[in-house]
């Protein structure tokens, strides 16, 4: 099954450590998009990356947090010296093109639980 | 900037009824609305995509429906089964790609 592969499915970070949460998209997929889930919210939009490239990333946050999508191996989102409010379930999506009515493919997402 | 609302937060039905989630949306500029469903503790699986440019979209049991002007989306799901029970996603494209979700519709359908 070639869907999106998010990398780990748990993840326990103590308060000041780094996080790194890994994304594979689907085979023949260039385009990844970032979604954070806090409890009781919906998804909110993070980042948007092509390989090599940031095209969007106004939900990220000014701090802490990074994303990059290499030439070559998964996308990785970085968060930096995370605090309890970090804690949500972190969704990676792909899609094969750039045209505003493709379907999104989701991943099983990351849970993040910061103590 | 554009909102999602998804009404009932919660629905628990019997199993076999027909039933219908309603999406509404602030901003009708809009390129496609995608239907997701979402189980505990997983991803989200894509339901339907409705383009701008459509009014419905049907796959199996499921319908779902868009009206731009009144920024509105009915997903109808018919026959309902246990097994249909999940959180139910309305997300809308706009003029960029990320899509804007609403809260979900979580449903429950008894035996």
């Known amino acids: 099954n070639a869907g999106v592969m998010q990398n780990p499915r748990h993840l326990v970070r103590r308060r000041g450590q780094e996080a790194r949460l890994r994304c594979s998209p689907m085979k023949g997929h260039s385009h990844v998009y970032w979604y954070r889930q806090l409890p009781e919210e919906g998804l909110k939009f993070m980042v948007y990356l092509q390989k090599e490239n940031i095209i969007d990333e106004s939900g990220m946050p000014k701090e802490r947090f990074s994303a990059e999508f290499p030439k070559e191996g998964p996308s990785i989102l970085r968060i930096q010296q995370v605090v309890r409010g970090d804690s949500a379930a972190y969704f990676c999506?792909?899609?094969?093109?750039?045209?505003?009515?493709?379907?999104?493919?989701f991943g099983n997402g990351t849970r993040l639980t910061v103590t | 900037k554009q909102e999602v609302t998804q009404i009932p937060a919660a629905l628990s039905v019997p199993e076999g009824e027909n039933l219908v989630l309603n999406c509404s949306f602030t901003?009708?500029?809009?390129?496609?609305l995608q239907w997701f469903r979402q189980d505990p503790g997983k991803g989200l699986t894509s339901l339907l995509l409705i383009q701008s440019s459509q009014r419905e979209q049907t796959s199996g049991r499921l319908n779902a429906s868009l009206d731009k002007s009144s920024g509105r989306s009915t997903l109808y799901i018919a026959a309902s089964q246990p097994g249909d029970s999940a959180t139910y996603l309305c997300a809308v494209g706009g003029g960029s790609e990320k899509l804007v979700f609403g809260k979900g519709t979580k449903l429950t359908v008894n035996p």
């Open positions: 999506a792909s899609s094969g093109d750039s045209k505003k009515n493709s379907p999104l493919h």
């Open positions: 901003d009708s500029a809009i390129y496609n």
